[in-house]
């Protein structure tokens, strides 16, 4: 099969959801610029929450920090989710939230030596899996609207060592089988439990879980934000999701948004 060709079987993913298909209405294209622009344009227009629009291939996809982000038909799984909240719900720890529905996902396909690199990576033996990008729009109800998109690697791909530009991991790494619906199905799953806490109590119950797949707990690191560069060690995550660093001038405590962390 020609690599550009794929196939995605939305009935399959239906009957992986079982009874939470309800809670999700997936669709599908084989080609679009990015599924979270995609979803956006969507939730202005008025799509209900649990509206998923996965792509075999984007042709603009989009990263954290106003970064491409590279995915291949049948190498990678980009999908996103609309999700609807109050206007009183604070949406602070949100994205992180996200990577533990992934991680625990995963984690049932006994996949191990899975972390979450703070604020929105997802490692697989200390080298990026994954990612995810959190969007808002108000909506028309009083309401908010998140657009939670999710990439991830599911098999090496001759491109992406020249342009990735740094290691990277791939789940075929771990488990060869694994489908895109079965994987889709498997976050959906996920997603929908970590959605249901973080309305109801907000991030702060979900602290201890994101905390026991911290990356970089304890190393030394360096933060860079508007072109400020300071180092610390690395410690928790707050109630808000903010990553508290221990530097030479005091306890830092840093939202996610625009910046990058790495070992020092
Ligand atoms: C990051 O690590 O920088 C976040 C990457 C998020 C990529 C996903 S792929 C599906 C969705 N559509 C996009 O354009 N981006 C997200």
Redesign the pocket.
Same mark, same amino acid.
């Given at each position: 099969m020609p690599q550009e060709q794929t196939t995605f079987d939305l009935r399959r993913v239906r009957d992986l959801l079982g009874a939470q298909a309800g809670r999700f209405d997936v669709d599908h294209l084989r080609s679009c610029d990015?599924?979270?622009?995609q979803l956006l344009t969507r939730a202005e227009r008025g799509s209900g929450a649990g509206t998923v629009l996965v792509?075999d291939k984007?042709t603009?996809? &989009?990263? &954290? &920090?106003g &970064?491409q982000?590279h995915?291949a038909p049948n190498s990678s799984l980009?999908?996103?989710v609309l999700w609807r909240f109050t206007r009183e719900q604070r949406l602070e720890g949100l994205s992180l939230g996200v990577g533990i529905a992934i991680v625990r996902a995963l984690a049932g396909f006994g996949i191990s030596e899975l972390s979450l690199k703070w604020p929105?990576?997802i490692w697989l033996r200390g080298r990026?899996l994954?990612?995810?990008?959190v969007e808002v729009v108000h909506g028309t109800h009083g309401d908010m609207a998140t657009v939670i998109?999710?990439?991830l690697n599911l098999q090496r791909h001759a491109d992406w060592d020249e342009t990735l530009g740094q290691a990277y991991a791939a789940l075929d790494e771990s488990q060869a089988d694994l489908t895109r619906e079965v994987v889709l199905a498997a976050i959906l799953r996920e997603l929908l439990a970590v959605l249901d806490v973080f309305s109801r109590q907000g991030f702060a119950a979900l602290v201890d879980d994101w905390m026991r797949y911290h990356a970089m707990l304890g190393s030394e690191v360096s933060i860079e934000q508007s072109g400020l560069v300071r180092s610390g060690r690395c410690g928790g995550i707050d109630a808000l999701g903010r990553l508290e660093v221990d530097t030479d001038e005091g306890l830092l405590r840093i939202f996610g948004g625009e910046v990058s962390l790495r070992r020092a």
């Open positions: 990015s599924t979270n622009t792509a984007q603009a996809g &989009r990263g &954290r &920090r &970064r982000w995915s980009t999908f996103s929105n990576d990026k994954g990612g995810v990008l998109g999710i990439g």
